[in-house]
């Protein structure tokens, strides 16, 4: 039992990782477009797709 609260733990810090990483990104991104830099963008963009996915992945398996 208690290895299962851990393992829900390091979920729940890991998605607070992510969505701290997000945060970043975002902010990144903006100020990527602001400045013109539309490759920076992009790669941002991909970036904030794969944290998204791995965030909702998390979810799901916190689900079951």
């Known amino acids: 039992m208690k290895q299962n609260k851990d393992r829900t733990q390091?979920?729940?810090d890991?998605?607070?990782d992510?969505?701290?990483s997000l945060i970043?990104?975002?902010v990144e991104q903006r100020e990527a477009i602001?400045?013109?830099n539309r490759c920076r963008a992009i790669?941002?963009?991909f970036e904030i797709?794969?944290?998204r996915r791995e965030?909702?992945?998390i979810r799901q398996l916190t689900a079951v």
Request: no cysteine; charged share 60%.
């Open 43 to 45: 790669e941002l963009e």
């Open 24 to 26: 970043e990104r975002y």
């Open 55 to 57: 965030k909702d992945k």
């Open 14 to 16: 890991r998605i607070t």
């Open 10 to 12: 390091e979920r729940q």
């Open 34 to 36: 602001q400045e013109g």
């Open 18 to 20: 992510i969505q701290d």
């Open 49 to 51: 797709k794969e944290l």
